[in-house]
Structure formats: C-alpha cells, structure tokens
C-alpha cells in the first residue's frame, strides 16, 4: 500500500476509490520512528507514504485560531497540540507547509490553502529576528524570515 504526495492512497498500484475504504484505514494508521504502518489488533503492515499521510485540502479561523480539515475529514486547529511547520526545499527555497493531525502523523497544507494563509500572514520576532508567519491560539509559526521577503 502507498499513499501518494496527493493524498491518493494506492492498493497494488491501483487508486483505492472508495472515500469510505480510505477514512477507515487512516484511523489505524501509525508512525514509528520515519516508518508507516496499518495496525488492527492482529497485524502491523509497512506502507509507503511519499510526503505525508494527508493533506489539509482548507482551513477556517474559528475564534483566536486556524481550523485545518484534512482530505479524510479530520479537523483540528493549529497551536500548541497541532503546530504547523514549514520546510524548504534547499535548492529551489519552495516551501512545504504541514500541519500536525494527530500522533506524529501529518497533514501537507495544499497549495490554494496556502496561499490563502499567507494572505493573512504577520511579521513577528521568532529566535531573536523579525519573521513572516501564521498565528494561531496565541502561537506564531514562523514561514520564512522577514529579511528574506525583500
């Protein structure tokens, strides 16, 4: 089984189609360590994950924080249970938002979203510099410093 950088999971190669199919196998799966696993009572299988197992496909603000819902309908807002996190690439600088779901397992934030999100971004000191980032439930997320956008 893979779950493709899209969210599309795989089975044999093959699109599972079923929404249903994919939201029951995204509640027994589990990250050990960088290893991806299905786990049910009697077994634990590997599956490939190429980036992450989901991807937040919007977000709402709710109150003082940034609701995310990920392709198999799980909600959370971001803060300190559920940081976001930005790597770049260390050629092109792109960068790659994510946002934690639950238990070490996270959420590619899709690129319409984030967009949206840094239309909505502030500049705050992080680490003793100026940064561009996301504030939510009273926690800033750095993106990118400050400098950088000029």
């Not at 199919?21 to 299905?38: A, C, E, H, Q």
């Not at 299988?45 to 603000?61: K, L, M, Q, W």
């Not at 924080?65 to 909600?75: A, K, P, S």
């Not at 639950?102 to 949206?116: T, V």
Request: proline share 7%.
């Amino acid at each position: 089984m893979r779950i493709a950088r899209d969210g599309t999971w795989f089975y044999l190669g093959t699109p599972i189609g079923r929404v249903e199919l994919v939201k029951l196998f995204s509640t027994i799966l589990r990250k050990d360590g960088d290893k991806y696993f299905l786990v049910t009572p009697v077994e634990k299988v590997g599956i490939t994950v190429d980036d992450a197992p989901f991807v937040a496909v919007d977000f709402n603000p709710v109150g003082d924080g940034l609701e995310f819902e990920t392709n198999v309908g799980d909600r959370m807002v971001a803060g300190p249970d559920h940081p976001i996190r930005v790597e770049r690439d260390p050629q092109t600088g792109e960068p790659s938002p994510y946002v934690l779901v639950r238990a070490n397992l996270e959420a590619l934030i899709d690129r319409k979203s984030f967009y949206r999100l840094v239309e909505i971004g502030e500049h705050a000191e992080h680490d003793g510099a100026q940064w561009f980032g996301l504030r939510s439930r009273d926690v800033f997320f750095p993106i990118i410093p400050s400098g950088e956008l000029e």
